[in-house]
């Protein structure tokens, strides 16, 4: 990678949709910050949120059905079905409209299209923020998930990187494998509650008082990816491994230094 491959930010910008006291988006500006030293980091409000607060009531109705279905639009109904999202029914475009209106409600046992999700925000940001001088963060408890055409199927992802980047609380703890174990007992019928507690700090949980330091490497994902396309490192101590168990990640993310050797180097040398 020469020099002239680096696109650095002018300004991060973190959004706080996810909604969950665990996270301290305040630390991850810090976070931000001890990377990118000369970036201009905000933390600001929900997307949608901020839009409708931006917009005059005459025409706020009218927004809010706008991307009430949009969203129910972007759910995801056949997990091996790309594309097939069928008719959007009445019911789940009203239930949009109520957590558009109530930040208090949670999108649970709802999977989301990613990158439906991410023209969502970034038709809402508008094409003037959407430049290579600013990183949108948004964090969201919506979980979301992305085709795989290997398999043909959905997968729930942690995040999905681009303009904007989105990452999910929710994903963080359904998205990654437990331990292998785990799943053979649940199999077997052991108690959930009595599995929890065996398997305790092998897995994020809701809520989970790790939850901050964990997103610290997928924020940083998300700015290598602005920065030079590739979010992912093959190391699998440093915070961009892509991991794809619970257990990987924990190790990545909370063990050890921030980087590996190359990416602490990157950092050093080209990044102010």
């Not at 600001?44 to 917009?55: G, I, P, Y």
């Not at 990816?225 to 892509?242: A, S, V």
Request: charged share 25%.
């Amino acid at each position: 990678m020469q020099p002239d491959d680096v696109f650095l930010p002018r300004a991060v910008y973190l959004y706080d949709a996810a909604r969950t006291d665990a996270l301290d988006l305040e630390e991850l500006a810090r976070f931000v910050s001890s990377m990118l030293s000369s970036v201009n980091v905000q933390i600001k409000d929900d997307v949608t949120t901020t839009a409708l607060e931006n917009t005059a009531e005459a025409e706020k109705d009218k927004l809010v059905a706008t991307l009430a279905h949009a969203f129910a639009a972007a759910r995801v109904r056949n997990l091996t079905a790309y594309e097939d999202a069928g008719p959007v029914a009445y019911g789940e475009v009203e239930y949009e409209k109520r957590r558009l209106l109530d930040s208090s409600i949670k999108a649970l046992g709802i999977l989301y299209d990613g990158q439906k999700l991410a023209t969502i925000y970034a038709d809402t940001l508008g094409e003037d923020e959407l430049t290579t001088e600013n990183v949108h963060v948004i964090f969201t408890n919506q979980l979301f998930g992305t085709w795989d055409d290997n398999d043909k199927r959905y997968h729930a992802r942690v995040a999905v990187y681009g303009y904007p980047s989105l990452i999910s609380t929710t994903g963080v703890v359904e998205a990654p494998a437990r331990p292998r174990e785990f799943y053979l007992k649940r199999q077997l019928g052991t108690d959930p509650i009595h599995l929890k507690e065996e398997f305790r700090g092998r897995f994020i949980d809701y809520d989970d008082p790790r939850l901050t330091s964990v997103m610290k490497g997928y924020v940083a994902q998300a700015l290598f990816y602005h920065m030079t396309g590739e979010p992912f490192c093959q190391d699998k101590t440093c915070r961009l491994y892509n991991a794809h168990w619970q257990e990987e990640l924990i190790q990545a993310q909370l063990t050890g230094d921030d980087f590996c050797p190359a990416h602490a180097k990157f950092l050093s040398e080209r990044v102010p």
